[in-house]
């Protein structure tokens, strides 16, 4: 079934520490995304491709960084700059014209 | 700047009551309008989606949603409620095919 994967599931990591989360997808779309979710706040892009080797920070980039070497895969790593890393990461990918995105089933990063 | 905005972070109905979530958007061009549920630590799914076809848009789970620009708005409406829709909703624009913006999210509780 085609779909996307995000892995682990959850996520514990020490403060400090920087922390990759796995982000695949097998529907064939160009464009990949990274959102972080906060309890109230909606989700809040971190960065986005929309094509391989290019990428673009969105909203709240700072203290992450991605890659996009293969189209399929989009990681994310969290970084120890990012001041309050723990929360709810989902990965996303579509294709245009005008579709909808597709959401992974999210990880749960917990900083302590 | 462009954004979606949803009335109402909490909503509670009784099961078989109407329910209506709200969406309103910010742009002077008709952007594409989505609505997406989200079950505790899961992705986000498709309820349905706007892309200037017809004004009602029919979805899954018997949920529906009308376009007005007249009131840049695009409601997110079920004639009975049902238990098993209690989750978190969320609206998404998308101005330029391949970045979105998402509201705040709704939580809708149902009441037996």
């Known amino acids: 079934d085609g779909g996307i994967t995000q892995s682990p599931k959850y996520l514990f990591r020490k403060e400090g520490q920087n922390v990759t989360l796995s982000c695949e997808q097998n529907l064939n779309h160009d464009a990949m995304y990274w959102y972080r979710q906060d309890p109230g706040q909606g989700l809040r892009l971190i960065y986005y491709?929309?094509?391989?080797?290019?990428?673009q920070k969105g909203d709240i980039a700072e203290g992450y960084s991605v890659s996009r070497e293969k189209k399929e895969s989009f990681p994310l790593t969290v970084t120890s700059a990012q001041k309050n890393p723990t929360a709810f990461y989902l990965c996303a990918s579509s294709t245009p014209p005008n579709t909808e995105a597709f959401f992974g089933q999210g990880t749960r990063l917990t900083v302590v | 700047a462009q954004s979606v905005t949803q009335l109402g972070s909490h909503v509670s109905v009784s099961e078989g009551a109407l329910v209506l979530l709200r969406c309103n958007y910010s742009s002077s061009v008709p952007p594409y309008l989505f609505w997406y549920v989200q079950y505790p630590n899961q992705g986000l799914q498709l309820l349905l989606k706007?892309?200037?076809?017809?004004?009602l848009v029919k979805g899954i789970n018997g949920f529906e949603a009308e376009f007005k620009k007249s009131e840049t708005s695009f409601h997110l409406t079920k004639p009975s409620a049902h238990m098993s829709d209690a989750a978190e909703y969320f609206c998404?624009?998308?101005?330029?095919?391949?970045?979105?913006?998402f509201g705040s999210g709704t939580k809708l509780n149902v009441k037996p």
């Open positions: 998404a624009v998308n101005y330029n095919f391949n970045k979105f913006y």
């Open positions: 706007y892309t200037s076809a017809a004004t």
């Open positions: 491709s929309q094509i391989v080797n290019d990428f």
